[in-house]
Each structure stands twice: as C-alpha cells, then as structure tokens.
C-alpha cells in the first residue's frame, strides 16, 4: 500500500526483500557462501522487483541477477498513492470506516490471508511508488525511478529474457464464441489514456480491418505478449547496456509435457507466461511427459546454475550447450534461442517492437 503518509509510505514489500538480502549478505558466509558473489533471480513481478532493487539509491546487495518475463518498464508495475486500498479491504471484511487510520488498526489485526483474499477479490493490484520524503523514513524508490542508466548495473552480469508466447494462456484457449466479448485493444486504451485514432493504428496494425475472432487469435496474442512483456522487456535491456551491464538475453520457445499448454490440451504455439518455470522447479503438477522434456530441464537448469556460478551461461560448450551464448550489445542484440534447437538470432520480434519505439514517439508528440 503506498498511502504517502509516514506510517505507510509503499514499497514494504520491497523493504522486506531488501532486508532479506542484508540478511544473506550478513550470512552467506557461515552457509558456505561467498558474500560477494550473490544472484538476485525474479520472474515477472519479481523480475520488475530485481529491477527496482537495481533502480534504487540503497546500497548494492547482490552481483549479478536473472530477470524473466518481467520488467518494471510494464505500466503496472509502477502505481500512484491510493488512500482507499485499506478503506476498501476493510469493508470488504465487514469493517466500513472512512477514517485509514481506523480501517489500517483494524487490518493489522486480522489474519493476512482474510486480507489478502479479500484484495483478490476486489481485483485491487498492488503497485510500486515513488515515495514521498519524510524525515527519518528510509525511501526505497525516488523520483529517480525512470533515470536512463544504473549506476549499479555497470559492469554486472544479467541474465534478461522473455516467453516466447507469453499471453497464450489467457487467449489461447478463449472459445470460439466468446472472441465477440473482448477487445484487448480497448482494455489497452483505457490503461494507457490514448485515443481514438491511435486505438485504430495498433489495431490495424496486429490485425488489419479484421474484426475480432477465432481467425486473429494468435495476433491478438502477439498484441498482449508485447505489451505486457515483450516491449517492456526490450527497455529494461536498452537502459542495461547503455548503464554497461553484460547482459545474455533469451527467449525460451519449448512446448512440452511441463508447460501450461499441454494441462489445457493446446497444441499450438510456444511458451506461456511461467512456462519456463516449470522446467527449473519441480511444480509438483500431474504431468504427461514428453520426449524432450528431460532435455530441457537439463539444458535449462545447466544454463541457470551456470550463470549463478560463472556470470556466463555457457562458459565451455558442451553436449548439453552446444553452442557459445555471446552477450548483447547495443547495436547487436544476440539472443539466444532456448529449445531443443538451440541458435544464437537477433533482436527478437523486432518489427514489432520498431512499432511501439515510432508509437511512444507519436504519443509523446501528441501530449
């Protein structure tokens, strides 16, 4: 909750994080661990956390870290102050107020899980702020948030990269005649404050005079997967290499016996949103393996421990690593291909994120 008030001023969450790894730090030694080789690893919103913990003016904690499917670049990861978050949660618990001080006492003596269902089901998302300053309150995040280099990233080693189907599950398995009921284009509208005739452009552009239907799912995937992971991805790793990270970039492609996909029976496509996930961790599911599964998790876990290790996800080819993974580059961006195949391309889904570059630019002409 971020209520711009001394008591509350955001970010908790993040502190907590931030004195979890002073507490590592402390620590790691007597663990058998070396205080100076630290890996900080977030997917999705925690992906947007490590950023932030890059971002912030506290001190450095960690040496290098792992960002998947997550950047803080995402409009939702960044939010305002919002005095009614706990009005609304306590109503929602039976306790109506319109005092915070009131509704905040009565929050902090209910169980958390009450509270935290009942922010479920009021679909209220929490944000990230810039803090107010306060004499004698720690800030975590300043108005620094959106500085265009990273002190601290010089010279560390970043492991960045995306799904490369990102949003297949929410609309890859939408049935037929329910594509007359959405409209992504226009949720995006909304949320971003554009108009009319900006709305026509990206729609035109991922699906031409196209009404919305089974026939243009997989463009509409295309639209959802940028948005929200794709475009945001591809400024957190330009704002990287211009603060002197190395940065290895990826997109993981597999669709196998692990993903999200195969519980739904959808065949198609690629890898969703947490699909990699699956293939690091045992996610204790009921599974139907197939064929190349075991490959994967070994390539994978190869990959992780090995920039855990070594800052170099490929430091000696092998059976398993095939092929050198080189680093990123600002005016090359290699990327690394993670399937069975495993290949070395260029800036992934670079046409579409050359649109949303001459997008922004004309959005930020018209404001």
């Not at 080819?317 to 600002?330: C, F, G, K, R």
């Amino acid at each position: 909750m971020c209520l711009d008030t001394p008591e509350v001023p955001g970010n908790q969450g993040l502190k907590d994080q931030l004195l979890a790894l002073k507490w590592i730090k402390e620590h790691i030694d007597d663990f058998g661990g070396d205080s100076n080789e630290i890996t900080v690893y977030g997917e999705s919103a925690g992906a947007a956390c490590v950023e932030m913990h890059l971002v912030s003016e506290n001190e450095s904690i960690f040496n290098r870290a792992i960002l998947s499917s997550g950047s803080m670049f995402r409009k939702a990861a960044i939010g305002g102050a919002n005095e009614k978050v706990p009005l609304v949660i306590a109503k929602e618990l039976s306790f109506e107020t319109n005092n915070v001080s009131e509704a905040l006492s009565f929050l902090k003596t209910t169980d958390a899980r009450f509270v935290v269902n009942a922010a479920y089901r009021l679909k209220l998302e929490y944000h990230a702020c810039v803090e107010k300053e306060f004499n004698g309150v720690e800030r975590f995040l300043s108005d620094a948030v959106r500085r265009e280099t990273l002190a601290k990233a010089k010279n560390m080693s970043l492991l960045i990269g995306v799904n490369n189907d990102e949003c297949l599950l929410p609309l890859g398995n939408v049935p037929s005649d329910n594509f007359d009921n959405i409209d992504p284009f226009k949720t995006f509208l909304v949320d971003e404050k554009i108009s009319h005739d900006l709305y026509n452009i990206i729609r035109r552009f991922y699906i031409g005079d196209e009404r919305i239907n089974e026939d243009v799912k997989w463009n509409l995937i295309d639209f959802c997967s940028d948005v929200n992971f794709n475009y945001p991805a591809q400024k957190s790793i330009e704002r990287l290499l211009k603060s002197g990270a190395h940065v290895y970039e990826y997109v993981f492609s597999y669709n196998g016996g692990r993903s999200y996909a195969a519980k739904l029976n959808i065949s198609e496509g690629g890898a969703s949103h947490t699909d990699d996930l699956r293939y690091i961790f045992d996610m204790k599911e009921d599974i139907i393996p197939k064929e190349d599964d075991e490959l994967i998790v070994n390539r994978i876990t190869m990959i992780w421990a090995n920039f855990v290790k070594y800052g170099n996800p490929t430091p000696e080819v092998s059976e398993l690593l095939p092929i050198t993974w080189p680093e990123a580059a600002t005016g090359s961006l290699n990327v690394m291909n993670i399937n069975t195949d495993m290949f070395v391309g260029s800036r992934p889904f670079y046409n579409r994120m050359a649109f949303w570059d001459l997008f922004y630019e004309l959005k930020k002409l018209r404001s």
